[in-house]
T-cell receptor, first 113, second 114 residues
Framework: GENVEQHPSTLSVQEGDSAVIKCTYS??????FPWYKQELGKRPQLIID?????GEKKDQRIAVTLNKTAKHFSLHITETQPEDSAVYFCAATPPSGNTPLVFGKGTRLSVIA | KAGVTQTPRYLIKTRGQQVTLSCSPISGHRSVSWYQQTPGQGLQFLFEYFSETQRNKGNFPGRFSGRQFSNSRSEMNVSTLELGDSALYLCASSSTGGFQETQYFGPGTRLLVL
């Protein structure tokens, strides 16, 4: 089955700097890769996703890139702000749509003002 | 629309007891998934229900079970609780049940087993 590894487990950046979180997956059939953000004491929420027919997707300060050959995808946050501090989870699932998401173990991002 | 709700929000149990957690999905959503979240382990999939049928099951022992009612509300039950069952239990709903659509999470039930 699918296995998703996420690095780093913790990340501290200065406000205004960029943050990058990387995930690798094992199942070459996986084609959907969402990212969820979980603020302290709150529920996870989808912030961006990408499908394997696209190499990059951007939404304001957030972008996700996908390298199908290397089987890895990354979350990029530019101009970080204190409200970006949270735990970020990547996930992957194959095309059937009925196979559950496999999540990475999360990255705790701290943005220092 | 109201978001996903879970009750209770907090529970303290002792080893050997059993517990039932409840999840009410967003109105119109037919799929409910359950996850166990522990520090350092991320979100681990327990099971998914769609139209009252368990469609997927994760790699958890049989002590973990669930069901879904005709109104899409779901319950999960953990019998013979162990210390290692202490975790945040999250449910998520989606409209048509595919995992390639947005999963809307509830606030979770934090279970502490003493």
């Amino acid at each position: 089955g699918e296995n998703v590894e996420q690095h780093p487990s913790t990340l501290s950046v200065q406000e205004g700097d960029s943050a990058v979180i990387k995930c690798t997956y094992s199942d070459s059939a996986s084609n959907y890769f969402p990212w969820y953000k979980q603020e302290l004491g709150k529920r996870p929420q989808l912030i961006i996703d990408i499908r394997s027919n696209v190499g990059e997707k951007k939404d304001q300060r957030i972008a996700v890139t996908l390298n199908k050959t290397a089987k890895h995808f990354s979350l990029h946050i530019t101009e970080t702000q204190p409200e970006d501090s949270a735990v970020y989870f990547c996930a992957a699932t194959p095309p059937s749509g009925n196979t559950p998401l496999v999540f990475g173990k999360g990255t705790r991002l701290s943005v220092i003002a | 629309k109201a978001g996903v709700t879970q009750t209770p929000r907090y529970l303290i149990k002792t080893r050997g007891q059993q517990v039932t957690l409840s999840c009410s999905p967003i109105s119109g959503h037919r799929s409910v998934s359950w996850y166990q979240q522990t520090p350092g382990q991320g979100l681990q999939f327990l099971f998914e229900y769609f139209s009252e049928t368990q469609r997927n099951k994760g790699n958890f022992p049989g002590r973990f079970s669930g069901r879904q009612f005709s109104n899409s509300r779901s319950e999960m039950n953990v019998s013979t609780l162990e210390l290692g069952d202490s975790a945040l239990y999250l449910c998520a709903s989606s409209s048509t049940g595919g995992f390639q659509e947005t999963q809307y999470f509830g606030p979770g039930t934090r279970l502490l087993v003493l």
